[in-house]
């Protein structure tokens, strides 16, 4: 699989938001601050669904560990969104991963009075 190319960046707002909004109730909330300046993230090649991926400092190469909440949506066009936090194997922010279900772009990105918690 090729490496990612896409440049990192700092958290979005709408980004912020919405993790902030998953994790709310989450008992892991208070480890993750957010701010955009904490992480950097790259986006994910995914057709235009908004998966990013969290970069980090250690040179170490890092795994998929636990999916820690997942939430879901209905985009401007109907069609069903589901959200999904990742850690790594170390419990750090890994990646949170869109998925829409008929592999679409994304039209709008969700605020967190649109989530329906699913896990």
Do not use: C
Request: charged share 25%.
């Amino acid at each position: 699989m090729p490496q990612n190319t896409n440049p990192s960046r700092h958290l979005r707002p709408e980004e912020i938001a919405l993790i902030a909004g998953m994790l709310e109730s989450h008992p892991l909330k208070s480890k993750f601050s957010m701010q955009s300046s904490d992480y950097y993230v790259q986006d994910i090649d995914d057709g235009g669904m908004g998966s990013i991926q969290f970069l980090s400092l250690s040179q170490t190469k890092r795994k998929f560990g636990m999916r820690i909440a997942e939430v879901e949506y209905t985009d401007q066009d109907g069609v069903l969104v589901l959200v999904s936090i990742i850690t790594d194997e170390q419990g750090e922010l890994y990646e949170i991963d869109f998925w829409k279900v008929d592999f679409s772009p994304l039209i709008h990105y969700p605020s967190p009075n649109q989530l329906r918690i699913t896990g």
